[in-house]
């Protein structure tokens, strides 16, 4: 009757043959619990693919709870991968995690997901399409995020702490309830797409160390309106901030030398400023910027603007040039009319009061006021601002894009108001 046992306590030593039964048990049978505590296990390894065999399984694995053993040193490639599984321990003896040790486990409720002291890196899709977790801790060992270790995961807050000094191609995309993220000094690398759909994501800080922005870092993610970039970085990588619709502010380094394809392409960023040292712009890097108002060059020499072959030879400004003023430095404005991919700007302003640095430039401030029970946010440019009004508890009221005018009836209170950057405390009575 091995096909009718829900769960199971195993005893004595076991091996890679052992969880081959193991898995026939849930696959064939109906086993949800698999006790090991009291297990030895060969090697204190859980082998690879140990309940996992991807040209069998045609469904996800039916075991919900796995309690592992004490002096568990390791968990194997794919061990765990594509199961049901809820709810499983991870013992202080963990040291070391494997490529898709748990990738596929949708519903693996431990919450928090603590992973141990001791484990140094997260593999390459380690816990992808986990989603049933919302807090992530991670050790103050850990050294490395491979690429897709977290990969489209439902977490909203998580720890990156002091020490670590990759994130993977991949590793955080599609995390799209992450809303803030902090990225330690000692990050050096930062892989292909790491943060991209992070469509919640508000607030993230670039490390001093991080010399290039990976192609698609940032892509895809509604909610971010602010980037600083420290002055190391040389390069921004193609699609880097693609579509990053609130994104309306941008402190560029002092030391970029080129800037990839598409990098910008339809954010809501309203001035740029180029510093000397830039030397070249990828075809569609600024394409669709329609909120674009002022564009500072401080190269003498024009940077090559690359033409976009897939867009009939589009210059990296177009769509976006055209009501947007273009300052360079005197003596070069002619350079600049006539050198290609330069020519979307019809207005060529030559000048030697550039801005001091390559700082931010903001979109004038919104005004909040008080009338007869509603709060009226006035917006006086024609480029959307997010407003969120809180309660005092912090509880989120409302939140709009706002242009022009927008009032919003609230009960007596006192509520906060953040709009753009500025945050402005209100009393309604």
Known sequence: ??????????????????????YSCSHLGK??????????IEGNRIPDYALFYPNITDDYLNIQRII?????????????????????????????????????CHWMEVDPLVIPEGITEIPWECFAHCQSFRKLVLPQSLKILDGFSFYNTRMDEMNLPEGLDSIGNSAFWSSFLLRRVVLPESVIHLG???????????????????????????????????????DGVTRIGNCAFQLDYDLNYIKLPKKLKSIGFYAFEATNVVEFVFPETLELIEEGAFNGLKYLQKVYCMAKTPPI?????????????????????????KGSGDLYRNASGWQDFQQVVETDNFP????????????????????????????????????????????????GTFALTVSPGIYLVKAGRETEKVVVK
């Open 68 to 104: 592992l053993p004490d002096n568990i040193a390791e968990i194997g490639e794919w061990a765990f991968s594509n199961m049901r599984l809820k709810k499983i321990n991870f013992p202080a003896s963990l040291k070391k995690f494997s490529a898709g040790s748990f990738c596929g």
């Open 1 to 22: 009757d091995w096909d009718k046992i829900d769960s199971v306590v195993v005893k004595g030593t076991i091996n890679k043959v052992d969880f081959q039964t193991l």
């Open 356 to 403: 001091s640095s390559c700082g931010i430039t903001f979109a004038p401030s919104c005004t909040v006021s008080i009338s007869d029970g509603e709060i009226i946010i006035n917006n006086p440019t024609d480029i959307p601002t997010r407003v969120s009004v809180y309660a005092v508890n912090g509880n989120l009221v409302r939140q709009e894009k706002v242009v």
């Open 192 to 230: 292909i797409g790491a943060f991209a759909m992070t469509d919640s994501l508000r607030s993230i800080n670039i490390p001093l160390g991080v010399t290039e922005i990976p192609d698609l870092f940032l892509a895809y993610s509604n909610e971010i309106d602010t980037i600083i970039i420290p």
């Open 305 to 329: 603007a690359e033409l976009d072959p897939i867009n009939d030879y589009d210059g990296p400004f177009y769509w976006s040039g055209k009501n947007c003023t273009l300052y360079v430095p």
């Open 31 to 40: 086993l949800t619990v698999l006790n090991l505590e009291g297990a030895t």
